[in-house]
T-cell receptor, first 115, second 111 residues
Framework: NAGVTQTPKFRVLKTGQSMTLLCAQDMNHEYMYWYRQDPGMGLRLIHYSVGEGTTAKGEVPDGYNVSRLKKQNFLLGLESAAPSQTSVYFC??????????????FGPGTRLTVT | ELKVEQNPLFLSMQEGKNYTIYCNYSTTSDRLYWYRQDPGKSLESLFVLLSNGAVKQEGRLMASLDTKARLSTLHITAAVHDLSATYFCAVTGGSQGNLIFGKGTKLSVKP
């Protein structure tokens, strides 16, 4: 099993450009999440999904859109990149059933720089 | 609004010493997680604590949870250089398992 994978690993964008980050998981997890990590800020939730075809906003959703067309994939889009979106982006997935821990499994991250 | 505070944010230790990292959270949560992150790497799950009084140990690390005090501790025993990393605690912030993270504790263990 590959676990959670993210594409690309690194990207440099110019202000105003758009891009899509891809997250894929092969653990058949229902729940998927996108976080961003900035120095000294910990991780902050951008958007999440509780199943195929569903998405919801997290703590810092502005400037991002997401889609979950297939259970195994969760896409994060930046329509018009801004320097404030320079960050490391992590995708995670988890499963849920009564009494379980909701443990999240994280991907390797995407380092994005917006100039 | 659920908030998670860790302290200290930076910790420089000598090898062989003991120390504790504290994680306070502001409202009731039924799960608490500890993660480790090495520079430039992803997050590695260390512990999941599900109930009041829960204690888990792995090697030189021991985590505990007091839900009444809304406090978790990560205790380091006889630190070694390999433990140098950033440690995050997180609690579930909603019914979909969303995690609210602390800002992390950057641990540096020096010989």
């Amino acid at each position: 099993n590959a676990g959670v994978t993210q594409t690309p690993k690194f990207r440099v964008l110019k202000t105003g450009q758009s891009m899509t980050l891809l997250c894929a998981q092969d653990m058949n997890h229902e729940y998927m999440y996108w976080y961003r990590q900035d120095p000294g800020m910990g991780l902050r939730l951008i958007h999440y999904s509780v199943g195929e075809g569903t998405t919801a906003k997290g703590e810092v959703p502005d400037g991002y859109n997401v889609s979950r067309l297939k259970k195994q994939n969760f896409l994060l889009g930046l329509e018009s990149a801004a320097p404030s979106q320079t960050s490391v982006y992590f995708c995670a997935s988890s499963y849920w059933s009564p009494g379980t821990s909701y443990e999240q499994y994280f991907g390797p991250g995407t380092r994005l720089t917006v100039t | 609004e659920l908030k998670v505070e860790q302290n200290p944010l930076f910790l420089s230790m000598q090898e062989g010493k003991n120390y504790t990292i504290y994680c306070n959270y502001s409202t009731t949560s039924d799960r608490l997680y500890w993660y480790r992150q090495d520079p430039g790497k992803s997050l590695e799950s260390l512990f999941v604590l599900l109930s009041n009084g829960a204690v888990k140990q792995e090697g030189r690390l021991m985590a505990s949870l007091d839900t009444k005090a809304r406090l978790s501790t990560l205790h380091i025993t006889a630190a070694v250089h390999d433990l140098s990393a950033t440690y995050f605690c997180a609690v579930t912030g909603g019914s979909q398992g969303n995690l609210i993270f602390g800002k992390g504790t950057k641990l540096s263990v020096k010989p």
